[in-house]
């Protein structure tokens, strides 16, 4: 993770693009790249969607998509100053507490 963050940083830097990587912008690009990778499912069935990467051309666009969603994501807990893998083994152990595996197992109502 942490050489993922320094090459996504040090390309950022490189175009002198820290200047428009604010907070509210990364989110956005975010939310924009999430929304390119749920196109590549809209129109699947549950069966398609499961088998998508064994199409290469929609397996090579999902990966790409989930590339993009990736960057941004590290792009903005770095500009926050947030330790990614840390903060998501956080939520983790706080979704594990409030979903205890004797309740929830096979649960769709509380599946994440």
């Known amino acids: 993770?942490?050489?993922l963050t320094a090459r996504v940083r040090a390309?950022?830097?490189e175009r002198d693009w820290q200047q428009f990587h604010t907070p509210k912008n990364l989110a956005m690009a975010l939310a924009g790249e999430v929304g390119e990778l749920l196109a590549e499912f809209q129109w699947l069935t549950p069966e398609q969607a499961a088998t998508v990467m064994d199409d290469p051309e929609a397996g090579a666009r999902v990966k790409a998509?989930?590339?993009?969603?990736?960057?941004y994501l590290t792009r903005l807990a770095d500009v926050?100053?947030?330790d990614?893998?840390?903060?998501a083994l956080t939520k983790l152990?706080?979704?594990?507490t409030r979903y205890p595996?004797?309740?929830?197992?096979?649960?769709?109502?509380?599946?994440r």
Not at 84 to 87: D, G, K, M, Q, V
């Open 1 to 3: 993770m942490d050489e």
């Open 11 to 13: 390309f950022a830097e």
């Open 65 to 71: 998509e989930i590339g993009d969603v990736t960057i």
């Open 80 to 82: 926050l100053g947030i």
């Open 84 to 87: 990614l893998p840390e903060a």
């Open 93 to 96: 152990d706080e979704v594990a």
């Open 101 to 111: 595996i004797a309740a929830a197992r096979g649960s769709a109502k509380s599946a």
